[in-house]
């Protein structure tokens, strides 16, 4: 929100005139650089139809109040517009609201600008971005002299200990239903806790519903698939960084993780994962992990849509963690943008287990009789193995721990209660006779087919 009231205080802002490099800075596309002899610049050099920015986070806690921010721009080519945003987070860094972009001057000289902004309540830290995107032509801005006037920073306010007053046990009242007066305790630092509902997939609420684990994370309005904003992940350092939610899940349910992602510079490769766990707030380790089923490198041109295909969760999960990687290439700044992200409940007979193991398969039997089989009716066709439906690909007879077969087709043997024979002429399919269950197993290439004999 732009007002008109001056501000006077402590400076927010730190190399703010550029002369110590990057320091304190994070860039993409844009570097330091002398736009004018002896003084160095913020400079903003996208390519064409890309998003270049610098951003400096203002550490906190800080007071209710107004905000100035000044500094001067020139553009040096292109005919698009710099901007210049401002966006309030909590104690716990969660986005808390966003100013709308303002334009900054255009011209072809230094011009100063100035523009105040108001702290939205709770606000802890505050994140300074000067952005521009190019369009069919390259375009470059100069931004220097950077200030933030604001209050000076809050003072935490100490959370007070009751003492109870002593009583005199001469003097106090007997009472059946008193107890002791319990100290105050001092309450600990507020921990975020995940809000179970995956939210937010297309960041047109800001960062809201999401977390990191290293890096930065903030919004852009370019690049983007759909809607006004898109998320944007970006590293400084060697080591992987993700975005992430905490998400309340079903065992009995099947999910699928999808979205957009667009890979810049310095990523060596970037992709969708599901992190399954047994508590119920995504604490402790994982049970299991399914990542999507390509992934993205940087240089790729344009938005990729990823996803991990349908998949059932552990039997013993409770929450998942829908996360994006982002595995940088070195620690060159690396930026990934992230648009039209979705956690969803697919249907079950498509979906692939995330579990690894293959559950016991049972064999259907029938009840003995003394009579010798006849031969096959082919109008009388059972199933021997019964295969789960989520079962990726059938469980052969051979598999059973209580089966073993022999694997010569030419040889009548008897091993462990099952006898191969094979058909008379030579050619054909092993038979399988269930010695004592009057039941015949006819192998045809891992499919097995069941023919009770006639009594």
Not at 110 to 116: A, D, L, N
Not at 214 to 238: H, W
Not at 371 to 376: E, I, V
Not at 421 to 443: K, N, Q
Request: glycine share 10%; with cysteine; hydrophobic share 40%.
């Amino acid at each position: 929100m732009l007002v008109a009231t001056l501000v006077t205080g402590q400076e927010h802002v730190s190399n703010g005139g550029f002369e110590s490099g990057n320091t304190d800075w994070l860039f993409h596309n844009a570097d330091v650089a002398e736009c004018e002899a002896g003084n160095h610049a913020l400079r903003l050099a996208p390519p064409s139809g890309q998003l270049a920015f610098g951003r400096q986070r203002i550490e906190g806690p800080l007071a209710a109040g107004t905000y100035r921010i000044s500094g001067k721009a020139r553009r040096l080519a292109g005919s698009v517009s710099a901007r210049l945003e401002m966006t309030w987070h909590d104690s716990t860094d969660q986005f808390l609201d966003g100013t709308s972009p303002v334009n900054l001057p255009a011209d072809g000289t230094y011009t100063p600008f100035q523009f105040e902004f108001v702290a939205v309540p709770n606000t802890f830290s505050a994140v300074i971005r000067f952005s521009a995107t190019s369009g069919t032509n390259p375009a470059i801005f100069c931004i220097d002299d950077i200030s933030i006037e604001g209050p000076p920073l809050a003072t935490p306010t100490p959370i007070p200990t009751d003492t109870p007053t002593p009583t005199s046990p001469s003097t106090a009242a007997p009472s059946a239903t008193s107890s002791p007066t319990p100290l105050a305790t001092a309450t600990a630092t507020r921990t975020p806790q995940p809000s179970l509902v995956f939210r937010n997939g297309s960041f047109e609420d800001g960062s809201t519903g999401w977390q990191k684990f290293g890096g930065e994370l903030g919004v852009t309005d370019a690049p983007r698939v759909s809607g006004l904003r898109a998320g944007v992940l970006s590293s400084s350092t060697a080591s992987t960084k993700w975005a992430y939610q905490t998400v309340a899940i079903d065992p009995l349910r099947h999910y699928q993780f999808s979205g957009h992602l667009q890979a810049g510079s310095g990523v060596s490769s970037a992709l969708l994962r599901i992190s399954w766990y047994a508590t119920p707030d995504g604490s402790g380790e994982a049970l299991s992990t399914t990542d999507s089923t390509a992934s993205v490198s940087g240089g790729t041109a344009g938005y990729v849509l990823l996803t991990t295909g349908p998949v059932q969760p552990p039997a013993d999960a409770k929450t998942a963690r829908p996360r994006v990687l982002l595995m940088p290439e070195g620690a060159a700044e690396a930026t990934l943008y992230m648009d039209d992200l979705d956690f969803l409940v697919v249907e079950a007979a498509t979906a692939t287990p995330a579990a690894t193991s293959t559950p016991p398969i049972a064999i259907s039997t029938v009840a003995p009789a003394a009579a010798t089989p006849t031969a096959l009716r082919t109008a009388v066709v059972a199933s021997v193995v019964t295969t789960p439906a989520v079962s990726p690909e059938p469980t052969r007879l051979s598999e059973v721990s209580s089966t073993r077969l022999v694997a010569t087709p030419t040889a009548v043997s008897e091993v462990g209660g099952v006898r191969t024979e094979p058909p008379a002429d030579g050619r054909g399919v092993p038979l399988i006779w269930l010695v004592g269950t009057g039941a015949l197993v006819v192998g045809l290439g891992g499919a097995y087919v069941q023919k009770r004999r006639r009594t």
